[in-house]
């Protein structure tokens, strides 16, 4: 069962501050008066009263602001993530650690992912990051390729934005894939695509629709994308992948720094 963390971050948050405002605005002042009547003529602070804080109460007032803080960073800011798969590769490894921009494409509530600001929309070769318009849940990362209006073609493993085939130069041969340099709007990047005979798997014509982009993995011959299962929504967008900051495949190995830096 997947665990859906920022509901959960919004749930805590959200309790820690009504408690602690509940107590600061109705409990307290009671509990301070109850104990001023048991012990006339003992004079202390407002902030150090001698009556005892419940252990709820000091846990909520204690984890509130950091809560909130975290909050805040993730839904509007920044968001790490882990590659869990090899549909991006060579830009992504398993096991890398990134960073996505929260708001590139427009500030989102959290959870309900619903836009409140527009600052921004995703552009053609973007590694955006997105939840699974099957499920609405599961994270997914990809290249966005096609944007609202556009025509996509794949065809003999060649990528045609509105009839114009999309710009890519070979690099080398590492069997059991090709390397090539491709060219999507100003971004340069490579892609592999796997060696010997064409494969139809994936072929097709499709016209994104308004408020929604095509996108592919750059692993092209291994990665589940719109090829699939269609389109991105707009409000199924969670960010831009920006930066690798750390990678680590596994508990039994150590992780490394020698991948950080930024995603093209």
């Known amino acids: 069962m997947d665990i859906d963390f920022p509901l959960i971050l919004v749930v805590l948050t959200f309790a820690t501050g009504l408690i602690w405002l509940a107590d600061r605005l109705f409990l307290k002042p009671r509990r ?70 929260k708001y590139a494409y427009g500030l989102r509530l959290p959870v309900v992912g619903t836009k409140i600001m527009s600052v921004g929309d995703p552009q053609r070769g973007d590694v955006m990051v997105f939840r699974y318009p099957e499920d609405g849940k599961t994270n997914y990362i990809k290249r966005v390729v096609g944007l609202p209006g556009d025509h996509v073609r794949y065809r003999n493993k060649a990528l045609y934005i509105n009839d114009r085939e999309i710009d890519t130069r070979f690099v080398a041969n590492l069997p059991p894939v090709e390397l090539l340099r491709e060219r999507l709007g100003d971004t340069e990047h490579h892609i592999y695509r796997n060696l010997g005979g064409i494969s139809g798997a994936g072929e097709g014509e499709w016209v994104v629709p308004d408020g929604h982009y095509f996108t592919m993995g750059d692993n092209r011959d291994n990665s589940n994308d719109s090829r699939f299962w269609g389109m991105v929504p707009d409000d199924l967008v969670v960010g831009k992948a920006f930066l690798i900051w750390m990678h680590w495949p596994s508990l039994t190995s150590l992780p490394s720094f020698g991948r950080v830096g930024s995603i093209d």
């Open 32 to 101: 301070d008066l109850r104990w001023q009547q048991e012990n006339p003529g003992v004079a202390t602070d407002d902030d150090e009263q001698g009556a005892t804080e419940p252990y709820l109460v000091d846990l909520s007032r204690s984890f509130f602001p950091v809560l909130a803080i975290v909050l805040v960073l993730r839904s509007f800011l920044v968001e790490p993530f882990q590659i869990p798969s090899g549909s991006m590769l060579p830009t992504l490894e398993v096991g890398d650690f990134i960073l996505v921009n």
